[in-house]
């Protein structure tokens, strides 16, 4: 059901540059990370992700290399969209949004 994924991490960071430097200083803060998936409509897809999408968080592992290595940990179904055309398949895409850490394996 899934033909995309996205998996994008992020630290924040606050500038630390005082009266008198002559370039930005920066120190690292906290670490994010959100996933993007998107693929052909399914309807037990379609109902999964309808549970899944509340204020609980759900359990999520992802490996782009078919398992050597495997990212994991939890995250909310921040947004899904089903969608159809009558000219193409029908597609769905979805976001989530991590929360707390993730782990490599």
Do not use: H, Q
């Not at 008198?20 to 379609?46: E, F, H, Q, R």
């Not at 990212?71 to 009558?86: I, K, L, M, Q, W």
């Amino acid at each position: 059901y899934v033909d995309n994924v996205s998996f994008s991490r992020s630290l924040d960071t606050a500038e630390v540059t005082a009266f008198g430097d002559t370039d930005k200083a920066y120190i690292g803060g906290l670490k994010g990370a959100t996933i993007a998936l998107s693929g052909s409509w399914d309807a037990t897809l379609d109902a999964a992700l309808n549970t899944a999408m509340s204020s609980s968080a759900v359990t999520w592992a992802y490996s782009p290399d078919a398992g050597t290595t495997t990212y994991s940990g939890s995250c909310f179904v921040a947004g899904y969209v089903p969608g159809s055309s009558a000219a193409d398949a029908d597609k769905w895409s979805a976001s989530l949004t991590i929360t707390g850490a993730v782990t490599r394996a």
